[in-house]
């Protein structure tokens, strides 16, 4: 069972930036994604990559949020900027088990980190 291990959740005041990292236990062949759910609402999507670098991302994250990977440290980031107080929430990192393109569905991923809290000051 892989395991997914997120960090650098933080306070951060809007207009500021942050970088996640989701440490995988073993080599992650397919799609990584992050995800996301703020208090009362649903999970959503954020970004998601290829092992082989294709990325795909939410309209609220593009321009603003940039989806890196590195394989050989079975790695992926999630690079942060121009923070609002609306991207308040538990980030999840997340890995398929099947998927090689990147998804944005939840049900195409196995794998899930335990999540990291990002709040965001206005």
């Known amino acids: 069972q892989v395991q997914l291990i997120e960090s650098g959740g933080g306070l951060v005041q809007a207009g500021g930036s942050l970088r996640l990292s989701c440490a995988a236990s073993?080599?992650?062949?397919?799609?990584m994604a992050w995800f996301r759910q703020a208090p009362g609402k649903e999970r959503e999507f954020v970004a998601a990559?290829?092992?082989?670098?294709?990325?795909t991302y939410s309209d609220s994250a593009k321009g603003r949020f940039t989806i890196s990977r590195d394989n050989a440290t079975n790695t992926v980031y999630l690079q942060m900027n121009s923070l609002r107080p609306e991207d308040t929430a538990v980030y999840y990192c997340a890995a398929s088990a099947t998927r090689y393109s990147p998804s944005s569905k939840s049900v195409d991923y196995f794998h899930w980190g335990q999540g990291t809290q990002l709040t965001v000051s206005s």
């Open positions: 990559k290829s092992r082989s670098g294709s990325s």
């Open positions: 073993g080599v992650i062949n397919y799609a």
